[in-house]
């Protein structure tokens, strides 16, 4: 229990950190009327930050489920996720 505990800590900290990230983000496109590296940094940042919490708690419903093909929906969903932030990065 208190691991558990310990664990909803630390996504609600990784949660609050993503929002301070986009907020500095919309505030320095605000202010520079273009988007500089920082500002794309960050917006990077608290999108990986906001994908990967929401992944961590669609596992639990995927889990929860008994048919294998809510997982390969979810696997196939979590690739091109990675795929479609990996990719422009190349750009």
Same mark, same amino acid.
């Given at each position: ?11 609600? &900290? ?8 986009? !907020?500095? /983000? @919309? $505030?320095?496109?605000?202010? +520079? ?6 500002? &794309? ?8 930050? !906001?994908? /990967? @919490? $929401?992944?961590?708690?669609? +596992? ?16 196939? !969903?979590?690739? @091109? ?11």
């Amino acid at each position: 229990m208190m691991s558990d505990l310990k664990g909803n800590r630390f996504f609600h &900290l990784l949660a609050y950190i993503g929002l301070i990230f986009v !907020a500095v /983000s @919309l $505030t320095l496109n605000a202010i +520079f009327q273009d988007q500089g590296l920082l500002a &794309l940094v960050l917006k990077t940042v608290a999108e990986v930050i !906001a994908y /990967s @919490l $929401t992944a961590y708690y669609a +596992f639990f419903y995927v889990r929860s489920k008994r048919n294998i093909t809510w997982l390969i929906i979810y696997i196939v !969903a979590i690739i @091109l996720v990675a795929v479609f932030i990996i990719l422009p990065l190349f750009r």
